[in-house]
């Protein structure tokens, strides 16, 4: 799925999403990773929604969002609900959707200028 054709100035932008992988600018990711408008963080070590823990989301909140995506793969999966906690006690919205609407959110956020973190889920 194509998302993006022109590129945004000031910030990482996703240009494509399949099941796979994602597209950031020009560079194909196949594990997952942590995207911010300043910053990519890869080889987050999650590869499914049941390996999310505490250490995954500590590294989302090293990055202060006010907003955190996390996209859960090819379909909209809900982790347990205290280990987004630590995200909600400190004010920071949570979303959770499939890739593709992680994807098409966080570049209408990032283009905002607003401070996003997404969190994508890939196979490996």
């Given at each position: 799925?194509?998302l993006?054709?022109d590129?945004?100035e000031?910030?990482?932008?996703?240009?494509?999403?399949?099941?796979?992988?994602?597209?950031?600018?020009?560079?194909?990711?196949?594990?997952?990773?942590?995207?911010?408008?300043?910053?990519?963080?890869?080889?987050w070590?999650?590869?499914?929604?049941?390996?999310?823990?505490?250490?995954?989301?500590?590294?989302?909140?090293?990055?202060?969002?006010?907003?955190?995506?996390?996209?859960?793969?090819?379909?909209?999966?809900?982790p347990?609900?205290?280990?987004?906690?630590?995200?909600?006690?400190?004010?920071i919205?949570?979303?959770?959707?499939?890739?593709?609407?992680?994807?098409?959110?966080?570049?209408?956020?990032?283009?905002?200028?607003?401070?996003?973190?997404?969190?994508?889920?890939?196979?490996?």
């Open positions: 799925m194509q993006i054709h590129r945004a000031g910030h990482f932008f996703i240009r494509a999403i399949r099941d796979d992988a994602v597209v950031i600018i020009d560079r194909e990711l196949r594990a997952s990773f942590l995207i911010a408008p300043d910053r990519i963080v890869e080889a070590p999650i590869a499914r929604v049941d390996d999310l823990d505490a250490a995954a989301v500590q590294t989302i909140l090293e990055l202060n969002p006010e907003v955190a995506i996390l996209g859960t793969g090819r379909r909209q999966q809900f347990d609900k205290a280990l987004l906690l630590p995200l909600l006690r400190q004010g919205g949570v979303e959770v959707m499939d890739n593709s609407a992680a994807g098409r959110t966080y570049n209408l956020l990032a283009g905002e200028g607003r401070k996003v973190v997404a969190a994508f889920i890939l196979p490996g």
